[in-house]
Nanobody, 124 residues
């Protein structure tokens, strides 16, 4: 079993930056692709960014492309999401997720493990 804990959320002005972190614990041996999702009130949870176990392959939602960067450090069991040029529409609870595969996935059902989320609020 793998446990995921997110941190780094907060309140920022539009145009500002935040860096989210996700730390994994438990049985982390093996290959796990990682992803970040977000969910705003009244909306479905949506994919934001993903990264393969190797770190060589990344994938971003159109809304995140050019502004967000996902990276991982397998030795530290962490994955980060650097968010720049934040917009009010980025406001949501951000969730870290893991799947037992090297391959990046963009669908919620592809991920087996989830964190509890961290709130990101961007004011205009």
């Amino acid at each position: 079993q793998v446990q995921l804990v997110e941190s780094g959320g907060g309140l920022v002005q539009a145009g500002g930056s935040l860096r989210l972190s996700c730390t994994a614990s438990g049985r982390t041996f093996g290959r796990y692709a990682m992803g970040w999702f977000r969910q705003a009130p009244g909306k479905e949870r949506e994919f934001v960014a993903g990264i393969s176990w190797s770190g060589f392959t990344t994938y971003y939602a159109d809304s995140a492309e050019g502004r967000f960067t996902i990276a991982r450090d397998n030795a530290k069991n962490t994955v980060n999401l650097q968010m720049n040029a934040l917009k009010p529409e980025d406001t949501a609870v951000y969730y870290c997720a893991a799947r037992p595969s090297n391959v990046v996935a963009t669908t919620r059902s592809d991920y087996a493990y989830w964190g509890q989320g961290t709130q990101v609020t961007v004011s205009s």
